[in-house]
């Protein structure tokens, strides 16, 4: 079974630039989550989609950042304009996890990340 | 709201050693919890879950962990370190089916010959 795939695994901008990272879940997996993981800190949640709709995205600094999962598939985390605060890892996960089906204990499965670095 | 503290940043152990990295947690709900490994340059990869049931859960590398509700604990452990446990772990909660983990800020180990 093919895991989470995103790219670009690594991004050098200088500030006030645009980024855009794309994600690709596991096949099926409902549930998409873009995180954000400083240096030195535990992953913390930007945005969460069950299948095209958003879930949760309190935490996701709107004025800079969108993000979109057309056709409940693959997603896109934009950032415009970057600032340096942004340098992070993006990590993408998904799961099978509907709010709904309790049956699903729900683990994430995470993908490598893209690691941006804002000059 | 729920959240989780891991108790100390770095932990150094020799090869053979007791791993033992610690993590509380809060909230409001009966939690599921979680613990992840992280490898330099990749991304998380699943230990071990508790959700219901048994309280002792045993996790991939020989890892365990024990939900002490009373304690609102869920400490990691591993009778005897391996070089290839030197990773960062987090220790995550979600509140049953929202599946929305919070992180805990993480602990680095390093194993030493």
């Known amino acids: 079974e093919a895991g989470v795939a995103q790219s670009p695994r690594y991004k050098i901008i200088e500030k006030r630039q645009s980024v855009a990272f794309w994600c690709n879940p596991i096949s099926g997996h409902a549930t998409l989550y873009w995180y954000q993981q400083i240096l030195g800190q535990g992953p913390k949640l930007l945005i969460q989609f069950q299948n095209n709709g958003v879930v949760d995205d309190s935490q996701l600094p709107k004025d800079r950042f969108s993000a979109e999962r057309l056709k409940g598939v693959d997603s896109t985390l934009k950032i415009q304009p970057a600032k340096l605060e942004d340098s992070a890892v993006y990590l993408c996960a998904s799961s099978l996890g509907d709010r709904y089906n309790y049956a699903n204990t729900g683990e994430l499965f995470f993908g490598e990340g893209s690691r941006l670095t804002v000059l | 709201a729920q959240s989780v503290t891991q108790l100390g940043s770095h932990v150094s152990v020799s090869e053979g050693a007791l791993v033992l990295l610690r993590c509380n947690y809060s909230s409001s709900v009966p939690p599921y919890l979680f613990w992840y490994v992280q490898y330099p340059n990749q991304g998380l990869q699943l230990l071990l879950k508790?959700?219901?049931?048994?309280?002792l859960v045993k996790g991939i590398n020989g890892f365990e962990a024990e939900f002490k509700k009373s304690e609102t604990s869920f400490h990691l452990t591993k009778p005897s370190a391996h070089m290839s446990d030197a990773a960062e772990y987090f220790c995550?909660?979600?509140?049953?089916?929202?599946?929305?983990?919070?992180f805990g800020a993480g602990t680095t180990v390093t194993v030493r010959a």
């Open positions: 995550a909660v979600s509140l049953g089916g929202d599946y929305k983990l919070s």
């Open positions: 508790y959700t219901t049931g048994a309280t």
